[in-house]
């Protein structure tokens, strides 16, 4: 007999507090709503803490898409409390370091995506930045900014993906996969 283990059914450890910081409400002047600092790159356990949060302050959360550069896997839905959540992908339209999160109200948030691997220090650096009223620097820009500070290098996809299928020219699995996705999100409509 063998016994398979689903994580969104699964039950799991008591949850650590979510690492969160959102722009003050009522101000837009930055391109970043704030900064979200997961534990790993795993939307299927990183997602549901973050939906938690955002459904109760603003709305339930319907829908998200990142880029693929930074997540080894993306599935298409992801069971959160309650509901299910759907995920899309976008490889040029989006910054790698985002994550959009869209609630049914219809809002739309874009959160800076800490990388999990970077310290404290540097982690509370960023999300301080993306969170401040004042910030007009992308995701990708406080990062460069961060990372010439010695802060911890985000990782790329190619450093999730096996040696064989990693891209070495862009083109191969990663490529088709790319493609592929951006053909889907296409398809997606982005709330005004």
């Not at 534990?39 to 709305?59: H, I, K, N, Q, V």
């Not at 190619?158 to 889907?184: K, Y």
Request: aromatic share 6%.
């Amino acid at each position: 007999m063998t016994a398979i283990l689903d994580r969104a059914t699964t039950p799991t450890t008591p949850a650590s507090p979510l690492r969160l910081s959102l722009a003050p409400d009522g101000v837009r002047a930055g391109r970043l709503d704030g900064a979200w600092w997961p534990r790993s790159r795993d939307l299927l356990l990183e997602l549901p803490s973050l939906a938690a949060e955002l459904d109760e302050r603003w709305g339930r959360i319907t829908r998200i898409t990142v880029n693929p550069a930074q997540w080894p896997l993306i599935p298409r839905r992801i069971p959160v409390t309650g509901h299910t959540v759907h995920a899309g992908w976008f490889t040029t339209e989006q910054d790698e370091h985002t994550i959009a999160v869209f609630s049914y109200a219809p809002r739309r948030l874009t959160l800076l995506v800490v990388p999990p691997e970077t310290d404290a220090t540097g982690a509370a650096q960023l999300m301080a930045a993306a969170a401040g009223p004042a910030n007009t620097s992308t995701a990708s820009d406080l990062l460069a900014a961060q990372t010439g500070d010695g802060a911890a290098k985000p990782a790329s996809r190619s450093d999730f993906l096996p040696s064989a299928v990693a891209p070495s020219n862009g083109a191969g699995e990663a490529g088709r996969r790319a493609d592929i996705a951006r053909d889907r999100a296409a398809s997606w409509p982005v709330p005004a």
